[in-house]
């Protein structure tokens, strides 16, 4: 049953692809692609904003690959894996679930919120009170206690002598977040607050300082700043709905409908948000194409990850061969004639190494000794079993390639620069690097793995396509393409 309602959700967008006002672009293996669908697709990744802007014929070439993919993962299953099922729902859900919420809905929980203040406000004023605060534990020692409150007292006794408020809160004030503001507190109303600030603070005029005071959390010194009554509605309820936004508002009114909404109808959640897909992508043409997009997208990052990017980036034998095929592509002087450095341009070096630090200076010749025999990829492990097991006595930075400039030791010690000044360690003060360095190109594909590993994915990926345009057939339509974004 779940395949047959993801077939009719995954296929109900095409239900438009005979009328007369949204004809047929194109056929790709068989189903069809309308006009809307394309020009939705080209225009949503044709913006101002997009570097890479296409004309139509170069978007259609990825379109159709696009949808090649889309239907090679179908075919073998892909959009039936509970996994894809589930992340497809969550995407999807975050579109729907809102659409759900009962016109009104976010006005009333607003304007409930206000009422709650005025309830909790119970006729009383709000007030802006300022604090110094000394923490008491509650586990603290009657000595420890008394410790605290002649520290208190004396505090008081500087501000009854005229000191200022604000300069003793930010010097003595253990209420780190207050005392930056000089002790500065918000507006609070009734229910707020530990019961014994409560009343001190609503016991002080405006203006008035109160006596030192002892609250579950510790000693309290108060100074009331100001009193207002609660503003009215209009004017709050762009605060309120922020801060409601903010406490995820908008999500547990979705949730809620989807909820009320299911048991009316005796469906489970899951279930009605099925049905709402349906519905609602019938009708909003821009929806059914959001959801569509959710719905291949993921397809085509699992195709594309399971077929090509993870066997190619496993396949060690086939990077290597790749890498020799190519490697005069990868040489230093064709990679920097872009570059506007004039050293950069004289000297195309490199050096793959590591750099690292020792505690000892005899550790620096023993690093060098030991990764002698050790594969490079091995270097940071054998150096942890070597010298790091009880205490670290070497710093190790992660081996990677280097270009002149990049790292000031590197400069010093491999490239052989004068005048460099490496940033040595307070506790490591002896360093050295272990590597190669690398005249005009890359010796192994590891030296640049990651670009390797891309442009053998990128290879991967064409050959994949190639293999899927002999496979399923495509069928453009040139008289409908052309009129893609040139109809009334």
């Known amino acids: 049953m779940k395949r047959i309602a993801l077939f009719i959700l995954g296929f109900s967008f095409f239900i438009f692809a005979h009328a007369q006002t949204d004809p047929v672009v194109m056929r790709i293996a068989g189903q069809p692609v309308t006009r809307s669908e394309l020009e939705y697709n080209y225009n949503k990744n044709n913006t101002e904003n997009v570097i890479d802007r296409k004309d139509l014929e170069d978007y259609v070439d990825l379109f159709v690959n696009y949808k090649l993919k889309v239907r090679a993962a179908m075919d073998a299953r892909m959009d039936t ?44 004023d709000l007030r802006l009170p300022a604090h110094i605060f000394l923490r008491v534990p509650q586990k603290s020692t009657a000595q420890e206690q008394q410790v605290q409150k002649e520290r208190i007292d004396s505090l008081y006794r500087e501000l009854r002598a005229g000191a200022d408020f604000a ?7 253990e209420d780190q977040q207050s005392a930056q503001r000089g002790g500065d507190l918000t507006w609070f109303g009734p229910g707020q607050l530990v019961p014994e600030f409560e009343k001190v603070m609503y016991a002080l005029g405006k203006g008035e300082m109160s006596e030192p005071f002892l609250s579950t959390v510790g000693y309290h010194i108060v100074l009331l700043k100001d009193t207002k009554q609660l503003e009215p509605y209009d004017t709050l309820r762009p605060q309120i709905r922020r801060f409601l936004e903010s406490r995820g508002m908008a999500d547990r009114l979705a949730q809620l409908a989807t909820d009320s909404l299911a048991r009316e109808r005796g469906l489970l959640p899951e279930q009605l948000l099925d049905q709402e897909t349906e519905r609602l992508t019938a009708q909003d043409t821009e929806l059914r194409y959001l959801v569509q997009e959710y719905h291949d997208g993921l397809l085509l990052y699992e195709i594309s990850k399971t077929q090509i990017w993870d066997p190619a980036a496993r396949d060690t034998a086939a990077l290597e061969q790749y890498f020799k095929k190519n490697q005069k592509r990868y040489a230093w002087a064709v990679q920097d004639t872009a570059t506007t450095d004039s050293e950069l341009q004289k000297d195309h070096r490199r050096y793959y190494g590591m ?37 670290v006595t070497v710093r190790m930075e992660q081996p990677r390639l280097y270009r002149k400039g990049e790292h000031a030791l590197v400069d010093s010690l491999a490239f052989k620069m004068k005048g460099t000044k490496p940033r040595m360690r307070k506790d490591y003060p002896h360093a050295a690097v272990v590597g190669r360095l690398l005249k005009k190109e890359p010796q192994r594909w590891t030296d640049i793995g990651s670009q390797v590993v891309a442009d053998y994915q990128s290879e991967c990926d064409r050959r994949f396509v190639e293999g899927l345009r002999k496979k399923y057939p495509v069928e453009i339509y040139p008289e409908v393409l052309a009129t893609v974004n040139r109809h009334d």
Do not use: C
């Not at 300069?167 to 004030?173: E, K, L, P, Q, T």
């Not at 620096?364 to 025999?373: E, I, S, T």
């Open 355 to 391: 750099a690292y630090y020792t505690r000892r200076p005899e550790d620096v010749r023993g690093v060098q000794k030991l990764l002698k025999k050790v594969p490079e990829a091995q270097w940071t492990q054998a150096v942890r079993d070597a010298y790091n097991k009880d205490s």
């Open 167 to 173: 300069d003793v809160a930010r010097r003595h004030s």
């Open 81 to 124: 894996a509970q996994s894809f099922l589930d992340e497809f729902r969550t995407y999807r859900d975050q579109q729907i679930r809102p659409m759900l919420v009962p016109e009104g809905a976010e006005e009333r929980e607003v304007r409930a919120y206000y009422d709650g203040m005025l309830a909790r406000l119970d006729g009383h």
